[in-house]
T-cell receptor, first 113, second 113 residues
Framework: NAGVTQTPKFQVLKTGQSMTLQCAQD?????MSWYRQDPGMGLRLIHY???????DQGEVPNGYNVSRSTTEDFPLRLLSAAPSQTSVYFC????????????FGDGTRLSIL | ELKVEQNPLFLSMQEGKNYTIYCNYS?????LYWYRQDPGKSLESLFV?????AVKQEGRLMASLDTKARLSTLHITAAVHDLSATYFC?????????????FGKGTHLIIQP
């Protein structure tokens, strides 16, 4: 059981480039979220989804887009990368019932030059 | 806006000692989560606290929730080196986890022999 899989694990971009961070889960979880983690800041919510076709903005959504065409996949798109988006990005998923904890992927370490 | 504050943010302690990490949050919520993160790794769920007065224990860690005081504590008993990690508390933003979590900044815990 793979859980939450994020690709790539590492990426270096130049300012202005675009890219997509992939997230897939095989646990049939309804809820999925993207967070970014910066030193001393904890994790901050970027976007989240309660199911296929439904997404919403979190605390720091600017510069990012998401879509959820299937239950399994929740990609995060950087439209025009900026150095301020250098961070570690985590995808998480959870069941909709019973207040289950979120399961996190291993993260994508992104550097923007 | 939901705010979550942890203290201390950094803690160095000796093996065998007891200590408590505090997590205060700003809005009414009955659901609070504790996570552990090792350096360069993902987040691992430790405890899910779902109601006022909830207490959970696992080994040398015990977590509690006081929703009236909007306070959760993570108590470490007779610390051992293996507990060195960063500990995060996180509060449900709404709808039973559907809206993601708001995290504290984390407590970086170092346990020395």
């Amino acid at each position: 059981n793979a859980g939450v899989t994020q690709t790539p694990k590492f990426q270096v971009l130049k300012t202005g480039q675009s890219m997509t961070l992939q997230c897939a889960q095989d646990m049939n979880h309804e809820y999925m979220s993207w967070y970014r983690q910066d030193p001393g800041m904890g994790l901050r919510l970027i976007h989240y989804s309660v199911g296929a076709g439904i997404t919403d903005q979190g605390e720091v959504p600017n510069g990012y887009n998401v879509s959820r065409s299937t239950t399994e996949d929740f990609p995060l798109r950087l439209l025009s990368a900026a150095p301020s988006q250098t961070s570690v990005y985590f995808c998480a998923s959870s069941y909709s019932l019973g207040y289950q904890p979120q399961h996190f992927g291993d993260g994508t370490r992104l550097s923007i030059l | 806006e939901l705010k979550v504050e942890q203290n201390p943010l950094f803690l160095s302690m000796q093996e065998g000692k007891n200590y408590t990490i505090y997590c205060n949050y700003s809005t009414t919520s009955d659901r609070l989560y504790w996570y552990r993160q090792d350096p360069g790794k993902s987040l691992e769920s430790l405890f899910v606290l779902l109601s006022n007065g909830a207490v959970k224990q696992e080994g040398r860690l015990m977590a509690s929730l006081d929703t009236k005081a909007r306070l959760s504590t993570l108590h470490i008993t007779a610390a051992v080196h293996d507990l060195s990690a960063t500990y995060f508390c996180a509060v449900d933003r709404g709808r039973g986890g559907a809206d993601g979590l708001t995290f504290g900044k984390g407590t970086h815990l170092i346990i020395q022999p």
